[in-house]
């Protein structure tokens, strides 16, 4: 969460003197304040950033401090509010208990008492993320359909867990097959709106002359074919959420539109006369880099501002390769049923190779690589002959058979058995392959220098390293 976020508390009052009162306390407490004057403007600014907690007046009018209590609860369970009236009778604080307030206090407000009981509140909101946290840990879940434990993943996770509690519109970032879509509906999923639709689009999937009647709907008779009147997807995502995958593509037209219906949150269906209200979370997502489509005038300015709340960065395959492993037997044990397949692993020398490999398509690459290998395995683990040639041939890595010779320079020997065995023949290939220069293995093998000499340590190598640079250097 961002670290303003965390101080950050809603004073909200009709009365501007107590407004300014609170906010002078709270500010001299050090937290950040957002004074709002009742209750919509408290709901709409709920729908760009969510605080640490809110102060919430009771007796406002349009729209009343019990009715904002609830509507807050519907999409934030877990965010902690203090209620404040003049009405000190019973059932008053009763109702905005049930209705889960945090705390209850009275006008005229004490000082101390006020300014303890927001530091409690927060605190509260704090412990009760993380208890969410813990349990979910506990449980040794993660989100279907997304695996990993690297450090990045587990990045990814703490700011879905986060996005769940609140209602920020989102802008995903990912090289295609990241699972941009997965982690959407993991934040959907997991959030107060998850009885309701979770609704995608792929805009590149839409004809450019029917994105708006997909997005807006449309009456019948707007067009040539509009035979009956069309629910659009802004409006099948009422109460729940809206993905739209690959934002970046979206012509300045429909940018214009999109833009329009973020700030007012009605639209018209394409040839309507009314409008149409919809109460819709959105998340969207890209591969593209929007600040440069900024830059040149392709993507407007004032649209990313308002799609990009909060920024999700998903890592590409390639920068989280310790994944790999437990991600290829997630896709075994999904698919080798349908396959017909005995494997039911992956040999070290497989996984070894498939390490070397960029995966430019990322976990959607490496899903169709184990489902094809899955078809012509022949034994109970995947081997690296079961691996598409241009994986085997990645860059740096030699085509290795678990039954045959390597061809490295202890060909004579049979492919190790572990995956230690198979990263010390890895780093003997690259040796040969670059006559003991060190930078060149490095490159290749994308390690470091501290870890590059670590492993020549552990595998005993410093004397050939120097053999083979003595060898490189005899060649006519």
Request: net charge negative.
């Amino acid at each position: 969460m961002n670290q303003e976020l965390q101080s950050l508390v809603y004073v909200v009052d009709d009365d501007q003197n107590l407004r300014i009162l609170v906010t002078r306390w709270l500010e001299r407490a050090g937290f950040d304040t957002c004074p709002l004057a009742d209750g919509s403007a408290c709901l709409d600014a709920l729908t760009e950033e969510v605080p640490a907690a809110i102060c919430l007046d009771m007796n406002m009018p349009n729209l009343s401090g019990l009715e904002t209590l609830e509507r807050i609860r519907e999409h934030h369970p877990l965010l902690p509010i203090i209620v404040l009236t003049a009405d000190d009778t019973a059932s008053t604080a009763v109702k905005a208990m049930k209705l889960g307030a945090y705390d209850y206090l009275t006008k005229p407000l004490d000082q101390t008492r006020f300014v303890t009981a927001m530091n409690n509140a927060v605190e509260h909101g704090r412990l009760s993320l993380r208890v969410s946290q813990l349990e979910r840990e506990a449980e040794g879940r993660g989100y279907p359909g997304i695996v990993g434990t690297s450090a990045a993943m587990k990045s990814v996770f703490r700011q879905i867990d986060r996005l769940s509690v609140s209602d920020v519109t989102v802008l995903i970032h990912g090289e295609s097959g990241t699972g941009k879509e997965l982690v959407a509906r993991a934040i959907h999923d997991s959030s107060s709106r998850k009885r309701k639709p979770f609704v995608a689009v792929n805009l590149t999937a839409v004809p450019e002359n029917l994105l708006e009647s997909e997005l807006f709907g449309h009456e019948k008779g707007s067009f040539t074919g509009a035979v009956n009147r069309r629910t659009g997807k802004f409006e099948e995502a009422n109460g729940g959420t809206l993905f739209l995958d690959e934002i970046g593509e979206l012509s300045a037209t429909v940018q214009a539109k999109l833009l329009r219906v973020l700030q007012e949150r009605n639209f018209q269906r394409v040839g309507g006369t009314f409008q149409v209200k919809s109460d819709f979370r959105l998340l969207t997502a890209t591969h593209r880099n929007l600040g440069e489509d900024m830059k040149s005038g392709r993507f407007r300015e004032d649209l990313f501002f308002r799609l990009a709340v909060f920024e999700l960065e998903l890592p590409p395959l390639r920068k989280r390769k310790e994944d790999i492993s437990a991600l290829a037997h997630s896709f075994i044990r999904e698919h080798r049923t349908a396959m017909g397949s005995k494997a039911t692993g992956l040999s070290a020398a497989a996984l070894a190779v498939m390490q070397a490999h960029t995966w430019p398509g990322n976990v959607r690459e490496l899903q169709n690589v184990i489902q094809r290998a899955l078809v012509v395995a022949e034994h109970e683990e995947i081997r690296p002959e079961d691996l598409p040639e241009r994986i085997r041939q990645a860059e740096g890595m030699v085509a290795l058979r678990d039954d045959e010779p390597a061809g490295a320079p202890e060909s004579a020997e049979a492919l190790p058995a572990t995956l230690e065995d198979a990263s010390k023949r890895l780093l003997v290939a690259a040796m040969v392959k670059h006559e003991g220069n060190a930078s060149a293995v490095m490159r290749e093998l994308n390690v470091g220098r501290t870890r590059f000499y670590r492993m020549l340590r552990k595998f005993g190598l410093e004397t050939k390293m120097d053999e083979i640079r003595q060898a490189g250097k005899t060649h006519p």
